[in-house]
C-alpha cells in the first residue's frame, strides 16, 4: 500500500514518537502540553498499550504499586488494589491517552522499518512497513525493553498436539480450566502464571531451570469508600504514592543491587530467605525452591502468593531438564513423560532489541547495530553519538528493575527536553551527546556494573552477551540527580 510521505504540517520542530506504549504515550502528552502538535506516533500493532497489549496471560499483575505506576500528572483514585492487574492498567493508558487527546496522532499498523539521517537536511528520514515515509526532526523511541519474545530451543515443540505458545502471545483458544497445564520458565511470568492457575488446572507441571528468591509484599483491594476518598482528595493518593515504606524499599532495593557486599543486599536477601524457611512446608520442595545465587541478581519477585500457590495439591515443580515436547506432552532426560494439553513458555524476552530490527542510520552512515556490536547502550540512556536528535525513553543503560519505569521516563523526558532547547530555540539544528563523553559515561557504567549485584554470578536479561550487566549500575538517587541537568559540555551542538 502506498501511503503518503508525512512531513509535518505547521510551524516549529517535527515529531516522530515510535510507539504508542507507556513511554509513547507520555511522549505525545508531554508535546501536546507544550502546544506542539507537528507530530505522529507511529504504532506497528492495531492499538496502544505497548505490553499491556501484548501481555494478556492470566494472573498479569504490575508488581509496582499501581498508585506509583501511574504518570505524576494522571493520578487515578479508581485502582481496584494496591498492585493493579493487566487490563486494568491497559485501560488505565487509553483512559489517559483519549482524555489528553493523543489518539489523533497515532498511525496505527505503521512499523518503522529504518531511521535515516540525512546529514544535508538536518533531519530523520522514516520508512515504514506499510511502504510509506516520514520526516522528522526529532525521533523519539519509545519502543519498549521486553517486546520481542524468546522462544526456547526445545526439540520436538512443533509436534506437541495440545496448545503450546509464549506467554506474551496468549492464545485465548487454550481451555485452562481442569487442563493438564505445563509451564516452562520461573520469571515474573511464570510466577505469576503458576498464581493463577494453580486453583484452575487439573495439574500444573512448573519446569523450572532456577527457581527464584520471592519478596514479600502486601496486597488488598482498594473499598468503594477509599475510592472516593481518592477522587475527593488527591493529596492521599500522593500519599500512596510517596508513601515512606514502599520508598524506603525502593532505595534498599537499588542500593543494594548497586553494590553486592552492602548491608542492603544482604537485608534484601535475609527477607527473601526468611521468606522460604517460614513459607514452604515440605522440606523438600522448600530445597527445590532455594536458589543458589544472590537474592536480586536475577530480577527479584515480588508475590504475596507464590508460595502459597505453589503448595496446592495441583501444582508439581520440575527441576529436571527437559528432554524434549512430544506430541503427549514433555518428556524429561530421566524418561519421565509429563502429559499435558496446554504448554505455556514464560521464556522471556530479547533484552537487546530496543528500537531494532529497525535498521538506524545516524550521521556518516553510522549503523546502530554496529554501534551496538557488543552491547545497547546509549549516554545515560538516553541518546547516541553519532545519532541527532534521536532520544530512547526507557532505552539501554537505563534504570530497570523493581521500580516504576513511569518515573523513569517522566524524568527522561526532562532531561531531553533540556537537551532540545537550543534546537528549539533554533539556535542549533541538533544535539547529540560528544563521543568522548559517552565512552568516558559507559566505561564509568560498564565497571560499576560489575559490582552490582545483576553481576554477582546468575543469568539473567539484565546481562549483555559479554555477560556485564546492562543496567544503570548505580543507585535510584543517582539516577534521579542525573535527570536533573545534562552537563552542557558532554554535547555537541549544530
Ligand atoms: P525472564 O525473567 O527472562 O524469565 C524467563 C524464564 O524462562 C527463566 O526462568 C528462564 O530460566 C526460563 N527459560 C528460558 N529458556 C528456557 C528453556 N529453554 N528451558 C527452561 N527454562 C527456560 O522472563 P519473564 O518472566 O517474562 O520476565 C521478564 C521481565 O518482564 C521481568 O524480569 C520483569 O522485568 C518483567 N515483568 C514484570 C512483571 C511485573 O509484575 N512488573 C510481570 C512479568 C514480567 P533461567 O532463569 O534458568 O534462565
Redesign the pocket.
Known amino acids: 500500500m502506498d501511503a503518503p510521505v508525512w512531513k509535518g504540517s505547521g510551524a516549529g520542530l517535527r515529531h516522530a514518537i515510535i510507539g504508542a506504549g507507556m513511554s509513547g504515550i507520555l511522549a505525545a502528552i508531554k508535546l501536546l502540553e507544550r502546544g506542539d502538535r507537528n507530530f505522529t506516533v507511529f504504532e506497528k500493532g492495531s492499538d496502544l498499550g505497548g505490553t499491556w497489549r501484548d501481555n494478556r496471560y492470566p494472573g498479569l499483575?504490575?508488581?509496582?504499586p499501581s498508585h506509583a505506576y501511574s504518570y505524576s500528572f494522571a493520578p487515578n483514585p479508581e485502582w481496584s488494589s494496591y498492585y493493579a492487574a493487566g487490563p486494568e492498567i491497559h485501560a488505565y493508558f487509553r483512559k489517559v491517552a483519549t482524555e489528553r487527546g493523543v489518539l489523533p496522532f497515532i498511525r496505527y499498523g505503521s512499523e518503522v522499518n529504518a531511521c535515516r539521517f540525512d546529514e544535508d537536511a538536518g533531519t530523520w528520514r522514516l520508512s515504514l512497513a506499510d511502504g510509506g515515509e516520514a520526516e522528522a526532526d526529532v525521533v523519539y523511541a519509545a519502543t519498549g525493553v521486553?517486546h520481542h519474545p524468546k522462544m526456547?530451543?526445545?526439540s520436538g515443540l512443533d509436534t506437541f498436539a495440545g496448545k503450546a505458545f509464549h506467554?506474551a502471545r496468549w492464545d485465548d483458544g487454550a481451555v485452562l480450566d481442569g487442563a493438564r497445564i505445563g509451564i516452562?520458565?520461573?520469571?515474573?511470568?511464570?510466577i505469576?502464571l503458576v498464581n493463577a492457575l494453580s486453583d484452575r488446572a487439573a495439574r500444573l507441571v512448573h519446569?523450572q531451570?532456577?527457581p527464584q528468591w520471592i519478596m514479600p509484599v502486601p496486597q488488598f483491594d482498594y473499598t468503594a469508600e477509599q475510592k472516593a476518598a481518592f477522587a475527593r482528595d488527591p493529596t492521599l493518593i500522593d500519599a500512596v504514592r510517596h508513601d515512606k515504606d514502599y520508598w524506603a524499599a525502593i532505595y534498599r532495593f537499588t542500593d543494594g543491587v548497586a553494590d553486592a557486599e552492602s548491608p542492603e543486599a544482604a537485608e534484601i536477601e535475609d527477607i527473601c530467605r526468611q521468606n522460604l524457611e517460614t513459607s514452604v512446608r515440605d522440606p523438600e520442595l522448600r530445597e527445590k525452591l532455594r536458589p543458589n545465587y544472590r537474592a536480586a541478581c536475577?530480577?527479584l519477585i515480588y508475590s504475596w502468593e507464590y508460595y502459597e500457590c505453589v503448595q496446592r495439591p495441583a501444582v508439581l515443580v520440575e527441576t529436571g531438564g527437559?528432554a524434549q515436547v512430544e506430541p503427549a506432552g514433555v518428556r524429561m532426560v530421566d524418561g519421565t513423560l509429563h502429559g499435558l494439553d496446554v504448554l505455556v513458555l514464560?521464556?522471556?524476552?530479547q533484552a537487546d532489541r530496543f528500537i531494532r530490527p529497525a535498521t538506524v542510520s545516524g550521521r556518516g552512515g553510522r549503523l546502530l547495530d554496529d554501534f551496538w556490536a557488543v552491547r545497547p547502550t546509549a549516554h545515560y540512556a538516553v541518546s547516541l553519538p553519532g545519532f541527532p536528535n534521536l532520544f530512547m525513553l526507557n532505552g539501554p543503560t537505563g534504570p530497570?528493575g523493581n521500580f516504576p519505569l513511569i518515573d523513569i521516563a517522566e524524568m527522561q523526558w526532562d532531561y531531553l527536553e533540556q537537551l532540545l532547547e537550543p534546537v528549539r530555540a533554533g539556535r542549533a539544528k541538533w544535539v547529540e551527546p560528544r563521543q568522548e563523553a559517552f565512552e568516558a559515561y559507559e566505561a564509568r557504567r560498564i565497571e560499576a556494573a560489575k559490582k552490582t549485584v545483576f553481576g554477582s554470578g546468575c543469568?539473567s536479561?539484565y546481562l549483555d552477551a559479554t555477560g556485564i550487566p546492562s543496567t544503570w549500575p548505580w543507585s535510584y538517587q543517582a539516577f534521579v540527580d542525573a535527570m536533573k541537568a545534562p552537563v552542557p559540555d558532554e554535547y555537541r551542538y549544530a
Open positions: 499483575t504490575c508488581d509496582t521486553l526456547p530451543e526445545l506467554s516452562v520458565g520461573c520469571g515474573s511470568t511464570g505469576q519446569f531451570r532456577s536475577k530480577r527437559i514464560a521464556t522471556g524476552f530497570v543469568t536479561w
